[in-house]
């Protein structure tokens, strides 16, 4: 089981703030996930319609959409953010 957890708008759109899920193990990267959680239901597809513009960040740490997420025990989803 991977913790997902959802901040701001995509918690909001998703309906919760964080879930635990098994994934299937063709989802290997940070895309594959992004990519598979949109097949959930329309409120994944709502929250994650431009995945190009999500952060996500695995075991705290900011990574890329092709790091594999082996190891990751839990997997941060944020929407676009700016600093100030």
């Keep these: 089981m991977t913790r997902l957890v959802y901040f701001a708008w995509v918690r909001e759109r998703i309906g919760k703030a964080e879930e635990e899920i ?6 290997a990267t940070v895309g594959d996930l992004l990519n598979h959680l949109k097949t959930l239901g329309e409120e994944y597809e709502t929250a994650l319609q ?3 513009a999500i952060r996500v960040a ?17 997997i941060g989803i944020f929407p676009p953010m700016t600093g100030g």
């Design 50 to 52: 431009f995945p190009e």
């Design 58 to 74: 695995i075991n705290q740490e900011h990574v890329d959409h092709l790091e594999p997420l082996a190891g990751a025990r839990e």
């Design 22 to 27: 098994s994934l299937p193990p063709t989802v």
